[in-house]
């Protein structure tokens, strides 16, 4: 058998048209809804992301603001600069790209978002709303990844579903997600031992270790939904998951190519949580 391809550039697409729908509406009461993109130092994959952002920011008609900053600017001049968004009522998304550098400490910096413009959904106030099942800003990569399976058609209710990676930005807000869907969720970690022995349980297999192409065809059950939420450059100059797509693609039901899967969805649904942003500033 041969998988499914879900086609993440495609449904980025259909997911767009319809929160442009909800933008234009804001438009038409004169709430342009707007995201400022904050990025500190130089790492050219993260300029790859940001400029994806503002592309998409701009292909809704919404206002995008890129703030790049020095890789030697200071703790407070980056806090400063995140108070000075956080009042602006021009936005009404913000977020600074990870990771920072060094010498910033990254839990300050997510602390000092406005938890109502949070759109990443970092801040500890958005991630206890999330665990708690009251979501206001669910993170963008598991948010586009439940999104995809949904307009995929994979039923989640009473499926098992394993996350390979325990990450706050990924892997244990995809556990709560499908939790809140009603799947059985088991979370694995790099740590698990047998890790086979889970992964060829699940229904539906997240995958988002960071490790390229490491689970392969022999781990995964016959007809699963496989979401690869890697992104690795190879030495190649190409991307390649951390699913091997190859052996994979011959056992699952559906999976996400890398790229063109996961990675479309999650500049899409940072679009619509800032929309969304915009319609509750808005009252709506
Ligand atoms: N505060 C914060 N929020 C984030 O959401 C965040 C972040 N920091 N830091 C980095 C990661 C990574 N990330 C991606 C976004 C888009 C693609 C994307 O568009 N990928 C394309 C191709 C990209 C390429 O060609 O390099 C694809 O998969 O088809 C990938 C990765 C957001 N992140
Ligand atoms: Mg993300």
């Known amino acids: 058998m041969t998988a499914r391809i879900i086609d993440g550039k495609a449904i980025a697409q259909e997911v767009r048209a319809e929160w442009k729908i909800r933008a234009d509406a804001l438009k038409a009461r004169g709430i342009t809804p707007g995201l400022a993109v904050i990025i500190v130092g130089e790492d050219p994959a993260s300029k790859v992301y940001v400029a994806n952002k503002v592309k998409a920011c701009a292909e809704l008609g919404l206002h995008s603001e890129h703030i790049a900053l020095p890789a030697d600017t200071s703790e407070a001049a980056l806090l400063a600069k995140i108070a000075e968004l956080n009042a602006d009522p021009k936005i009404h998304g913000l977020l600074v790209q990870l990771p920072v550098p060094k010498h910033i400490?990254?839990?300050?910096?997510?602390?000092a978002i406005s938890p109502d413009k949070d759109v990443d959904g970092f801040h500890p106030i958005n991630v206890g709303a999330l665990a708690t099942g009251n979501m206001r800003f669910a993170p963008c990569t598991p948010y586009g990844s439940l999104v995809l399976l949904q307009k995929s058609g994979v039923s989640i209710e009473g499926k098992h579903a394993v996350v390979v990676g325990r990450s706050n930005i990924v892997g244990k807000p995809m556990a709560l997600l499908l939790l809140q869907h009603n799947a059985t969720v088991t979370i694995c970690t790099s740590k698990t031992v047998d890790l086979a022995k889970y992964t060829r349980d699940a229904d539906i297999l997240v995958v988002a270790t960071g490790r390229p192409k490491m689970i392969t065809g022999d781990m995964i059950k016959l007809g699963a939904a496989v979401i690869d939420v890697g992104i690795n450059r190879m030495a190649d100059g190409k991307l390649?998951?951390?699913?091997?797509?190859?052996?994979?693609?011959?056992?699952?039901?559906?999976i996400t190519p890398v790229p063109g899967g996961v990675g479309p969805m999650t500049i899409t649904m940072l679009v619509a949580n800032t929309v969304q942003s915009a319609e509750r500033s808005a009252g709506i």
Do not use: I, M, T, Y
């Open 105 to 111: 400490d990254g839990d300050k910096v997510l602390n």
């Open 240 to 254: 390649c998951g951390d699913v091997d797509f190859e052996s994979a693609k011959e056992v699952a039901g559906w």
